[in-house]
């Protein structure tokens, strides 16, 4: 058998072979519109104004808004017609990419109320961030292995991620957990727990009272 049959052979079988599950995921996310299901554009757009304390040039606002935009778009019947929005999220990605540091994928579902705090050095690609979720700067979200390139994180409601935080691969933060500065969280964290050190580690649960979230904030900045 010559080499160029062996090639030929070998390529059949790739592309016979079944695409990993976190891959057909994201190309599915890729080609669809994510937003919170039944809001509007605009109304998402004021909620993330509010969200942002009211101030147009907060850069959390900006990277929250173009997401939005970018995903509404993936609405728009046919593809022809939504090529011109297509161009302008593309320039629009890049210039808050380049300007605050932040890159948020329109192929990561956000939920509401989402606040990201400051600027710089944020890398926010995951699978989805749920609603009142708390970001801040050199954060990143993203893969372990770069030929594992569809195996990202799940960030579940209300969790507070601290300053310089690395969240990578296929791992879960559970809802209203509170992963603390400079922690690089490699495995699952529960929910209502506060994980820290590298690799981070849960060192206590939060109780569910009426100062949790001044705890939650004080550990996160920390």
Known sequence: MS????LVQSAELSSSLPVPQGEVDLQT?????QNPAGVSLWKLWREDLATHDGKILEQGFWAMAVHRFGNWRMGV???LLRMPFSIIYKFLYRFVEWTCGISLPYTVQVGRQVRIWHHSGMIFNAVSIGDRVQLRQNTTFGVVRTEHDFELPIIEAGADI???AAILGPVRVGAN????ANAVVL???PPNSVAVGAPAKVVRTLERDSDSTS???GIAAE
């Open 177 to 180: 957990a509170v992963i603390g």
């Open 187 to 189: 495995s699952d964290i």
């Open 215 to 217: 705890r939650k904030e």
């Open 29 to 33: 996310r890729a080609r669809t519109n």
């Open 162 to 164: 601290g300053v310089g």
């Open 77 to 79: 019947k046919p593809a």
């Open 3 to 6: 080499a160029n049959q062996i």
